[in-house]
């Protein structure tokens, strides 16, 4: 079964430049998370589709960052302009369904760096 | 902030001893999942606790959920290098079922 693909590996970019993630959870399932993870501490959630709608977008900056899932399999989460603080490594995650019981699949994650 | 807080936030162990990490929630969780990841690693799911008191094992760990289910626990024993990693738990609280992780403790082993 193949796993959470994500693309970029890295990225480098200089403030208030733009840029993109892309995510391909595993297949069937209907749950994708987006997760920012700061150095030294854990993943914290951005937002949560259930297929193509939003679950939970609460700790979104909505002001920068935009996420979406059209056609309820891929994603792609953007930050425009990008600060210095978005530094991070940013994690998708899928499960089968959206509540909390399930297992996560993480993929290998984009390592940003804002300069 | 953190929902669940994890106690410690480093362990430095000597090969073949044991350890315990914590992590703590204010709230009552309707369940608990912990994760492993290694340097340069993403995270991947170990085991999940749901009922209260519950105890489960994998080969050295084994993982405790509180019986009030505001704490657990994860020891593992006789520690080897391949135990290194960031060990997470993920909480999620009972009115809402929202997961969310804790800060993560990082172990390190000496040979």
């Known amino acids: 079964e193949a796993g959470v693909a994500q693309s970029p590996r890295y990225k480098i970019i200089e403030k208030r430049q733009s840029v993109a993630f892309w995510c391909n959870p595993i297949?069937?399932?209907?749950?994708l998370y987006w997760y920012q993870q700061i150095l030294g501490q854990g993943p914290k959630l951005l937002i949560q589709f259930q297929n193509n709608g939003v679950v939970d977008d609460s700790q979104l900056p909505k002001d920068r960052f935009s996420a979406e899932r059209l056609k309820g399999v891929d994603s792609t989460l953007k930050i425009q302009p990008a600060k210095l603080e978005d530094s991070a490594v940013y994690l998708c995650a899928s499960s089968k369904t959206s509540d909390s019981y399930n297992e996560q699949f993480f993929g290998p994650g984009t390592r940003l760096t804002v300069l | 902030g953190q929902q669940v807080m994890q106690i410690p936030q480093y362990q430095h162990v000597q090969e073949g001893e044991d350890f315990t990490t914590y992590c703590n929630s204010s709230t009552t969780l309707s369940n608990i999942q912990w994760y492993k990841q290694r340097p340069g690693g993403h995270p991947v799911f170990l085991i999940q606790?749901?009922?209260?008191?519950e105890v489960k094992k994998q080969k050295r760990l084994t993982f405790q959920f509180g019986e009030a289910k505001k704490n657990s626990s994860l020891h593992i024993t006789a520690t080897q290098t391949t135990d290194v990693g960031t060990y997470f738990c993920?909480?999620?609280?009972?009115?809402?079922?929202?997961?969310?992780f804790g800060a993560g403790t990082t172990v390190t082993v000496r040979a």
């Open positions: 297949s069937g399932h209907a749950t």
């Open positions: 606790l749901v009922k209260s008191g």
């Open positions: 993920a909480g999620a609280r009972s009115n809402d079922y929202k997961l969310s």
